[in-house]
Nanobody, 126 residues
Framework: QVQLVESGGGSVPAGGSLRLSCEAS????????TAWFRQAPGKEREFVAA????????NYADSVKGRFTMSKDSAKNLLYLQMNSLTPEDTAVYYC???????????????????WGRGTQVTVSS
């Protein structure tokens, strides 16, 4: 069973940047799909970005496209989410997730992922 631990959250002013990390307990390679989701208070968990089957073709939510970048360091079992030009609307708990059986049409569906971290809080002030 894959264990995921996020870090790197914090409080930043609008326009600032943060880089989140997610450490996996084992190598996350094909056929694993890895993803970032977020959940703001009172809202449902929302898709942010995903790397389908570790293929490198990253799928981004429209709300973060051009501002967020998902990457990985396979040698260190680390996933990253670089977040730039942050706005108060980006305030949420950010989660990394993984699953080895996803199909492409399901990458944005949180309920399809088997493995989750506990999340890291990101707060953006105006």
């Amino acid at each position: 069973q894959v264990q995921l631990v996020e870090s790197g959250g914090g409080s930043v002013p609008a326009g600032g940047s943060l880089r989140l990390s997610c450490e996996a307990s084992e190598r996350i390679v094909y056929p694993y799909t890895t993803a970032w989701f977020r959940q703001a208070p009172g809202k449902e968990r929302e898709f942010v970005a995903a790397n389908f089957r570790n293929g490198g073709n990253i799928n981004y939510a429209d709300s973060v496209k051009g501002r967020f970048t998902m990457s990985k360091d396979s040698a260190k079992n680390l996933l990253y989410l670089q977040m730039n030009s942050l706005t108060p609307e980006d305030t949420a708990v950010y989660y990394c997730a993984a699953d080895r059986r996803l199909i492409l049409s399901s990458v944005r569906l949180s309920e399809q992922y088997d493995y989750w971290g506990r999340g890291t809080q990101v707060t953006v002030s105006s």
